[in-house]
């Protein structure tokens, strides 16, 4: 099928060398004497792609996830596995990879269609429009020694998507555009995916990843991790990289809005969260622009200083809402014992559009659920926003608005 990758028993491994005098030794016996360390970057990745599907590809830097899309472009070859790939194929790797520093934007460009298997015809066709969307002015002509990283972003996206590919492979490279450029290439992206085109993304930027992939892999020291919905991956990605000491385990639970992820070092523990609307009464319906308190019940397990209580609201693809805590809203300052039970109260207006939220609350010291992880409960609860009486908008954000029509010119 067109676009389908299919990837099998996929393993790639390197030498390491104590030292350089070490692989002069190994080469100088014509591998009678092994001087290295086999280091398997990847081991046993399998997984497919159907034709069409948009599959985000996430982890911590040194998981193997650029090894793998060089791997899928066959940039280097697998030690052990098979890649198979249908249809025509464009990636974005590493920044500058492929291009030559001292031509021109315009021979650069060149170069990458012809790479892409265009003939020239097609080639010069296309230079215009690449040297548009890039929108490199006087700078497409010059050589790419004096262009800025964003400058190279520029051309290299302009160039690797000037055809619609049926698989497209954008690795993190978009991260250093300036944010207008950014959003220019998603949005190609988003009609490359509307068109039918197959996408392979890896980004650290979870929004991206949620807007983007309705799918997502989780890698880690080489292996497949996680494999299922966007959200719920990257959800679990998020405990997993809180995790601080040996003692903190993550949780999949059954919560009664769906499946949850819990996680922490046990020391504090979230007991009930609620929502209530002006009648103090505990709802999961609103109408936008409702006041409504949130109230969390913790109790401590372990003497605390200065414990944080967090909120963070989500659409239902998952992107953040609104978030905040009681460190950055001026309600921290309690010095807590073990066996103390905490009751957070978070007052706001839901200023929010028609849809489906949910809610995820936090317990840890500081500012950042990063710096010590004590108790996450991912989607705690679920709500609903229903329109209201005012104005009709859409988004997910009800801003206060007026307009105001009038003529500045009268024809006679």
């Known amino acids: 099928m067109s676009g389908e990758i299919i990837v099998t028993g996929l393993g790639k491994k390197y030498k390491r060398y104590s030292s350089r005098w070490a692989r002069l030794v190994e080469w100088l016996s014509s591998g009678r004497k092994i001087c290295h360390k086999e280091h398997w970057v990847l081991r046993d990745i399998t997984f497919q792609v159907q034709s069409g599907e948009a599959v985000g590809i996430i982890g911590r830097n040194g998981a193997g996830k650029s090894t793998l899309l060089k791997l899928l472009t ?41 790479m892409m298997g265009l003939r020239t015809e097609e080639t010069h066709a296309l230079l215009p429009k690449i040297a548009e969307f890039s929108e490199l002015g006087d700078y497409f002509d010059q050589p790419m020694r004096v262009y800025s990283t964003g400058m190279q972003v520029r051309l290299a996206f302009s160039a690797a998507t000037a055809v619609r590919p049926e698989i497209l492979i954008v690795d993190e490279a978009l991260s250093v555009g300036d944010a207008y450029f950014q959003h220019k290439c998603i949005e190609r992206i988003r009609s490359f995916r509307e068109q039918g085109t197959t996408l392979l993304f890896v980004s650290h930027d979870p929004g991206a990843v949620k807007a983007l992939c309705e799918r997502a892999l989780l890698i880690d020291d080489g292996v497949v991790l996680r494999d299922g919905a966007a959200e719920s991956v990257l959800d679990y990605y998020n405990a997993r990289i809180a995790q601080r000491s040996t003692d903190e385990e993550i949780r999949q639970v059954e919560g009664e809005d769906g499946t949850s992820t819990r996680s ?45 209580i967090g909120i963070l609201i989500r659409d239902r693809m998952g992107n953040d809402v609104f978030g905040s805590n009681s460190y950055h809203l001026g309600g921290a300052g309690l010095s807590c014992a073990e066996g103390d039970v905490l009751e957070a109260v978070f007052s706001l207006s839901l200023n929010l559009g028609q849809g489906n939220y949910s809610l995820s609350v936090a317990v840890h010291p500081g500012d950042s659920h990063l710096i010590e992880n004590c108790d996450w409960w991912d989607r705690c609860l679920v709500f609903q926003i229903i329109p209201g009486t005012g104005a009709s908008f859409v988004g997910v954000a009800s801003l206060p608005a007026a307009v105001e029509v009038k003529k500045i010119h009268d024809h006679d």
């Open 264 to 308: 922490g070092t046990g020391q504090v523990r979230i007991e009930s969260v609620e929502m209530f609307d002006s009648n103090k009464q505990a709802v999961r319906a609103f109408s936008v622009g409702d006041e409504t308190c949130i109230r969390c019940r913790i109790r401590l397990y372990h003497p605390m200083e200065n414990p944080t």
């Open 74 to 114: 066959r940039t280097t070859m697998p030690n052990t596995g098979t890649v198979k790939t249908n249809g025509s194929l464009s990636a974005l790797l590493e920044l500058g990879m492929g291009a030559h520093m001292d031509f021109s934007g315009r021979v650069n460009a060149k170069m990458t269609c012809q």
